[in-house]
């Protein structure tokens, strides 16, 4: 007997459906009732008579249903009450389906298409009928709970495997996507219920993104190409890049266009971005800096022309929504397509002096801060008139303390009645509503055409403000670009809608951090940030990525700095983008760059990887180990390879501050190998006590205020106790969290508070230019908690300062500089303590007690924390001591010059050593006798050297070259 193709296909999804066939975990459910089929090349989709979803499965009978669920597939919202479907009947045949559902709880009724495309289901929302569909706010009309698969990508809105790939995806941008893998899609009414749509997406994953490509060109999707290819698969979109400042005119000589296009010469990057403040006056109507480009957009358009001239394409740096309100829509009138997130009326006639603004409703829940980490504002408009006020008051309600007339507005009277909006402001500016947000956007499509630019970086994107309406105002500003340019331009952006997917070429840019830059970049650039981008099938961007500068609290960049970034490029196929404007972390410019000494180092691992990942030299076997996270790679010329270059494994084994004759551990997972180090002179210190040093905490002096969690309990009291070398003492305790706590182990940071946590403002602001390290007297309990002392300089800007509780009694710490790469084992996203700062201005101390222990109480006693005064001092001829041998150094190091040995990145000869100074520029190369040999395995190694009280640093680099080196 024949069995039909579509027969099989029903008997394995319910099959699929039954408890013996399911994967393990899977119980989605016996199919008894099945109102509605639609099938399609790879996937089968079925209703039951209650409009629940009963089959959602594979070809080949595989369920993708979530374990566990009795889902209703459509859904309403009335007020704050949600009524699930109660029934569903369909009408139509094959690939077209009208479905009328009802729901429980409501006498509404609603009306839907379902349609079967080629490797999609296409919903449509068409109509709600019956008494109270006037109120309802929100319509689920797809709620379609998957198995979450090895991946998955919010942006998107998709789970997907090697081989198989769901996802649910907006076909116009007034529907809202999300949830993935608990897949929805929803209509509100501030946009409209009827006319939404999505698709309904399942197919094996190699064939996603050009399922997707079909459906944008058939519902009319953005789809932007880049040198005749749908930009997400293009060539151009992998493609590196470099922000920075440029001006022309001669009036910044340093970043005039033969330098700044010299320096991405030599980084063998093609575009180049101008970044914010340089190319325009201001946010939102974006005039050019004339003092910078004298001629407006023809200064601009000379500068593109020059660099296409050279094979380089030029964009500008935006922020996206932003208005800044020095900006021609603010003032004389403000537009009144400003984004308002609060409203009151105006309680009384004002004339045009008053200060006070009374209000017929509470204000309370305007902005009561302003700047750029203060979300909300303190700006209303009241006709055509901005008004910043000084404070909320209740009773009766008002606004006080007002300037009027802000920002270039004219203070005028207002009658009783006026609407008084409040202006949404993120980052110290206001934010544009849909309709400017397009505005802005062709505006910015205008000057791509007249200058003739290549690319824009939208920054910024990522801002929330109304999440009722985000999804849809999110992507306005790109969505315009594309509509109104007469050229490809590469689009990139921090965060968009899942509908602004569509317009991006690829992954988007990140700040830089410069203090912990290589856990940095590891954790956050590429195995957060990047693999987010892999997840939503879009080409990473791993940007952006400082080449900082030596500063008192970061060391200048390196070449293992780069080639860290680089080889997990070439593994990940992702761009980089280069820092040299905007960078959060500290100031990488073009400049600076200049003074880098190890600049042609730098640039040659650049323009060599670069060029070797855009020609695709490396296969994908040899290309995945390079993203793991922690390895080291090093990129070698070699003649008997096919590509003339060869990656081998590498790794950097750090040590601690150390002082002559401590020893630390080398561990060589390699083949015995002659011994290379790097070696950091760092300054002496003066011992804990002396008259030079800087009291930070005398805990009879400050008073501290607990914060953290109200279940630690946290208390900090003096005990009475005088300590002989540190004063008075205070015990630090908490009550620790209980085993099943679900208070994360490691903190988000940006200023979220630690489990337990005393802080306490400062009598008077320090200099810590050359007090860099602490001192301090600590009981410890054995416990395993790390003790932060962390310094502020501002709310954002701060440095950490970690001991490890791991003894008991009393011990004498020194707190040898502020924390970097440590910052990322406590914190996923603590930016504020891992930028350049200035050290003069900190005005706080806060005790962190980090990591404490589950169900176990942590009590330490502390005494006086000391700043330890930088006695200078040089590191003078310092050896390596490895087993019966040492490597001699004859050289004197100044405080933070540094020496290598081995020549890693040139000769790689073991007896060279070169020595630099804190720029990389190099001071001296000298040859050595031949270094010892580092075995495989443990080796204890001694550091020592003259001088007084030396500190230094040493850096192992080993690498696994099959024994050729």
């Known amino acids: 007997m024949q069995t039909s193709g579509r027969t099989m296909f029903m008997v394995l999804c319910m099959l699929a459906s039954s408890a013996g066939a399911q994967p393990p975990g899977d119980d989605a459910g016996v199919v008894e009732d099945e109102a509605v089929v639609v099938e399609n090349a790879s996937a089968r989709l079925a209703l039951d008579g209650r409009g629940r979803v009963s089959a959602f499965c594979r070809r080949d009978g595989r369920s993708l249903l979530a374990a566990g669920n009795d889902v209703p597939f459509m859904m309403l919202r009335i007020g704050a009450q949600w009524h699930a479907a109660g029934s569903v009947a369909a009408s139509g045949e094959g690939n077209e389906r009208q479905l009328r559902l009802t729901f429980e709880g409501t006498p509404v009724t609603a009306r839907a298409a379902l349609r079967s495309r080629g490797e999609y289901f296409e919903v449509e929302t068409v109509a709600l009928d019956g008494e109270g569909s006037e109120t309802v706010e929100e319509w689920r009309f797809v709620n379609l709970p998957v198995n979450p698969a090895a991946n998955v990508g919010s942006w998107l809105n998709v789970t997907w495997d090697e081989d198989f790939a769901t996802a649910v995806i907006a076909l116009e941008d007034k529907t809202e996507a999300r949830g993935a893998p608990r897949f929805q899609a929803a209509a509100h009414r501030s946009l409209g219920l009827v006319g939404r749509k999505a698709a309904v997406i399942a197919c094996p994953t190699a064939r996603l993104l050009e399922v997707i490509h079909d459906i944008e060109l058939a519902h009319g999707l953005p789809s932007p190409t880049l040198g005749g290819e749908w930009a997400k698969t293009s060539r151009e979109a992998r493609k590196s890049w470099m922000i920075t400042g440029l001006a022309t005119g001669g009036k910044r000589p340093a970043y005039g266009p033969d330098r700044v296009f010299g320096v991405a010469k030599s980084l063998g990057v093609e575009y180049v971005v101008i970044s914010l403040g340089w190319w325009n006056k201001s946010l939102g109507s974006y005039p050019i800096n004339t003092d910078l480009?004298?001629?407006?957009?023809?200064?601009?358009?000379?500068?593109?022309?020059?660099?296409?001239?050279?094979?380089?394409?030029?964009?500008?740096?935006?922020?996206?929504?932003?208005?800044?309100?020095?900006?021609?829509?603010?003032?004389?009138?403000?537009?009144?397509?400003?984004?308002?997130?609060?409203?009151?009326?105006?309680?009384?006639?004002?004339?045009?002096?008053?200060?006070?603004?009374?209000?017929?409703?509470?204000?309370?829940?305007?902005?009561?801060?302003?700047?750029?980490?203060?979300?909300?504002?303190?700006?209303?408009?009241?006709?055509?008139?901005?008004?910043?006020?000084?404070?909320?008051?209740?009773?009766?309600?008002?606004?006080?303390?007002?300037?009027?007339?802000?920002?270039?507005?004219?203070?005028?009277?207002?009658?009783?009645?006026a609407k008084v909006r409040h202006i949404a402001e993120r980052y110290g500016w206001y934010v544009a509503g849909p309709e400017l947000a397009a505005e802005i956007g062709r505006n910015l499509a205008e000057l791509v055409n007249r200058a003739g630019l290549d690319m824009i970086c939208f920054d910024g994107a990522d801002v929330q403000v109304d999440p009722q309406v985000q999804f849809y105002r999110g992507h306005q500003v790109a969505q315009s670009v594309l509509r109104h340019a007469r050229r490809d331009v590469l689009l990139i952006s921090n965060g968009s809608t899942h509908f602004g997917w569509h317009c991006m070429a690829r992954g988007g840019e990140e700040d830089a951090m410069a203090r912990g830059f290589q856990r940095w970049v590891d954790d956050r650039t590429v195995h957060a940030w990047g693999e987010w981008h892999r997840a939503n099938f879009l080409v990473p961007d791993f940007s952006w990525v400082g080449i900082f500068p030596h500063t008192p609290t970061i060391p200048a960049a390196r070449p293992d700095d780069v080639e860290l970034v680089c080889a997990r490029s070439l593994g990940y196929d992702a761009?980089?983008?280069?820092?040299?404007?905007?960078?959060?972390?500290?100031?990488?410019?073009?400049?600076?760059?200049?003074?880098?000494?190890?600049?042609?180092?730098?640039?040659?691992?650049?323009?060599?990887?670069?060029?070797?990942?855009?020609?695709?030299?490396?296969?994908?076997?040899?290309?995945?180990?390079?993203?793991?996270?922690?390895?080291?790679?090093?990129?070698?010329?070699?003649?008997?390879?096919?590509?003339?270059?060869?990656?081998?494994?590498?790794?950097?084994?750090?040590?601690?501050?150390?002082?002559?004759?401590?020893?630390?551990?080398?561990?060589?997972?390699?083949?015995?190998?002659?011994?290379?180090?790097?070696?950091?002179?760092?300054?002496?210190?003066?011992?804990?006590?002396?008259?030079?040093?800087?009291?930070?905490?005398?805990?009879?002096?400050?008073?501290?205020?607990?914060?953290?969690?109200?279940?630690?309990?946290?208390?900090?009291?003096?005990?009475?106790?005088?300590?002989?070398?540190?004063?008075?003492?205070?015990?630090?305790?908490?009550?620790?969290?209980?085993?099943?706590?679900?208070?994360?182990?490691?903190?988000?940071?940006?200023?979220?508070?630690?489990?337990?946590?005393?802080?306490?403002?400062?009598?008077?602001?320090?200099?810590?230019?050359?007090?860099?390290?602490?001192?301090?007297?600590?009981?410890?309990?054995?416990?395993?908690?790390?003790?932060?002392?962390?310094?502020?300089?501002?709310?954002?800007?701060?440095?950490?300062?970690?001991?490890?509780?791991?003894?008991?009694?009393?011990?004498?710490?020194?707190?040898?500089?502020?924390?970097?790469?440590?910052?990322?084992?406590?914190?996923?996203?603590?930016?504020?303590?891992?930028?350049?700062?200035?050290?003069?201005?900190?005005?706080?101390?806060?005790?962190?007690?980090?990591n404490p222990p589950r169900g176990r109480n942590v009590e330490l006693e502390l005494g006086r924390i000391e700043a330890l005064y930088e006695t200078g001092g040089q590191l003078v001829?310092?050896?390596?001591?490895?087993?019966?041998?040492?490597?001699?150094?004859?050289?004197?190091?100044?405080?933070?010059?540094y020496l290598e040995t081995g020549d890693w990145w040139g000769t790689r000869d073991p007896a060279v050593c070169r020595v630099f100074d804190a720029d990389g520029n190099e001071l001296r190369r000298l040859t050595l006798p031949d270094p010892p040999e580092l075995p495989a395995g443990t080796s204890a190694v001694r550091f020592e050297a003259a001088g007084q009280a030396v500190r230094g640093k040493v850096t192992a680099m080993l690498w696994d070259d099959q024994g050729k080196r």
């Open 293 to 417: 480009f004298p001629d407006g957009v023809d200064s601009l358009k000379a500068v593109a022309d020059e660099a296409h001239a050279l094979g380089l394409k030029l964009g500008l740096h935006v922020m996206t929504g932003s208005i800044s309100k020095n900006d021609p829509y603010v003032a004389p009138v403000p537009d009144p397509r400003f984004l308002h997130d609060g409203e009151a009326t105006l309680a009384a006639d004002v004339d045009a002096a008053a200060k006070t603004i009374p209000t017929r409703e509470s204000a309370a829940g305007f902005g009561t801060r302003s700047g750029y980490w203060a979300y909300g504002g303190v700006d209303v408009r009241i006709d055509d008139e901005i008004i910043r006020y000084g404070g909320v008051a209740e009773g009766p309600p008002a606004l006080t303390d007002c300037v009027r007339g802000a920002y270039g507005t004219r203070a005028a009277p207002h009658k009783a009645g």
């Open 575 to 850: 761009a980089i983008g280069w820092g040299f404007a905007a960078c959060y972390g500290g100031a990488s410019n073009v400049e600076t760059f200049s003074r880098n000494g190890r600049r042609e180092e730098i640039a040659a691992i650049i323009r060599t990887y670069d060029k070797l990942r855009m020609e695709d030299r490396f296969p994908a076997e040899v290309r995945r180990p390079l993203r793991e996270h922690g390895s080291a790679w090093r990129l070698l010329p070699a003649e008997d390879e096919a590509n003339g270059y060869r990656l081998i494994p590498a790794r950097y084994v750090k040590s601690g501050i150390l002082r002559a004759g401590a020893t630390w551990q080398v561990q060589n997972d390699f083949g015995p190998q002659p011994l290379r180090v790097r070696v950091e002179a760092l300054p002496a210190v003066a011992a804990y006590g002396a008259a030079e040093n800087l009291v930070v905490a005398d805990f009879a002096k400050l008073a501290f205020t607990a914060g953290g969690h109200p279940a630690a309990k946290t208390a900090i009291q003096l005990t009475g106790e005088t300590h002989p070398q540190a004063g008075a003492v205070a015990r630090l305790s908490c009550v620790g969290p209980p085993p099943d706590s679900p208070f994360p182990r490691k903190l988000a940071g940006h200023g979220q508070p630690a489990w337990a946590q005393v802080s306490a403002a400062l009598p008077a602001k320090l200099d810590l230019g050359r007090h860099r390290a602490l001192g301090l007297w600590i009981k410890g309990d054995g416990s395993g908690a790390t003790l932060n002392v962390q310094l502020e300089l501002t709310p954002q800007s701060y440095l950490h300062f970690y001991q490890p509780i791991d003894f008991t009694g009393w011990r004498y710490c020194e707190l040898g500089e502020p924390e970097g790469d440590r910052v990322m084992d406590y914190f996923t996203y603590e930016k504020h303590a891992l930028h350049d700062l200035k050290l003069d201005g900190f005005g706080g101390v806060t005790l962190m007690i980090l």
């Open 877 to 897: 001829n310092p050896r390596i001591v490895l087993g019966g041998a040492a490597m001699e150094l004859p050289v004197a190091l100044e405080p933070e010059q």
